[in-house]
């Protein structure tokens, strides 16, 4: 498989290192830095170019873009100005699919689904992650190839249950900018019994700026991509050390109530101090909640009825 990069500053910098080091360094054919400031100097003897370059931005591809025939296109981290060039880029390439990741409003393409449409009217298949570390399954072969290696974390745990120690952490996806395996190496000798302080501890290393490897996702109230990427990465820790995860709480709750409202599930999830026969609250994000909802019905273990829920086939 063979991959290229478009990207734009540390955000693309971070995830083109960890998946050149970890993983696809030989499948990399190309890396190009896309900036507005390179539109702005081929064009600077135009008047109002960002609004043109959606009428025809095949005009407005950088001359000194690098042509190279690829398989699969990342796109990180570019102004979101700059998505409606992605489509005939994407041709110029003979890309098979598109992987264009949103950690960031401000990467979003302004015009996402005419993106999309002339994407997939050039018979190109194209993912939108949102954000990058939700990407998990797809029906693009290409895409899947890319996710067995990164994506949504996952671990292999070994337990000291002697000295209640986190023995031993393998990671088997990391996560695209190398948050699972900078948590995860920081979790060896943590001890595990006190539930609440390994979940600070892993939240607080996921969002540690003094790591190159932290999360560089929105952290808004409005767009809490960054919550909802440490709540994946908790629960794929909570995961691979046996305990229980937000999925789980949930189908304990739904099991418990026999139907519940997803607003009062959400209240005693997410918004705490959601007790529930003695458990704390499973997770910090509403759309980590609604993902899992998605993913728990999607499996027919649970049942969605207008605003209500109840258990499917477990």
Known sequence: ????????????????????????????????????ETIEDEHNNQENIWEKIWEEPE?????DLPIEKCDLLLVLGIHSKLGDLIPPIAERLGVKAVLYPIDDRKMAPE????????????????EFPEPFCTLNQSDNELINEFAKKFGRPKFE???????????DVKVIRDSPGGTANSVGKKLINFPYGN?????????????????????????????PLMQEAADLLKDAIFEACGFITTKKAILKIISDTKEIKIKKLEEIIVNGPGNWNNSAKA????????????????????????????????
């Open 1 to 36: 498989m063979k991959i290229y990069i478009i990207y734009r500053g540390p955000f693309g910098e971070q995830m083109i290192n960890n998946i050149a080091l970890k993983g696809f360094g030989d499948n990399i054919i190309n890396l190009y830095e896309l900036k507005p």
């Open 59 to 63: 005009k407005y591809i950088p001359k």
């Open 111 to 126: 015009a996402k689904k005419t993106v999309q449409d002339d994407l997939e009217k050039r018979g190109i298949y194209v």
């Open 157 to 167: 745990i070994k337990l000291d249950k002697d000295k209640k120690i986190i023995k």
């Open 195 to 223: 539930r609440e302080s390994l979940i600070k501890k892993i939240y607080d290393e996921h969002s540690n700026e003094g790591e190159g490897n932290c999360c560089k996702a929105e952290m808004d109230p409005l767009c």
């Open 283 to 314: 997770c910090d994000s509403t759309k980590a909640l609604n993902l899992y909802i998605k993913e728990l019905t999607e499996e027919g273990k649970i049942i969605k009825i207008n605003d209500r829920l109840k258990l499917g086939k477990i």
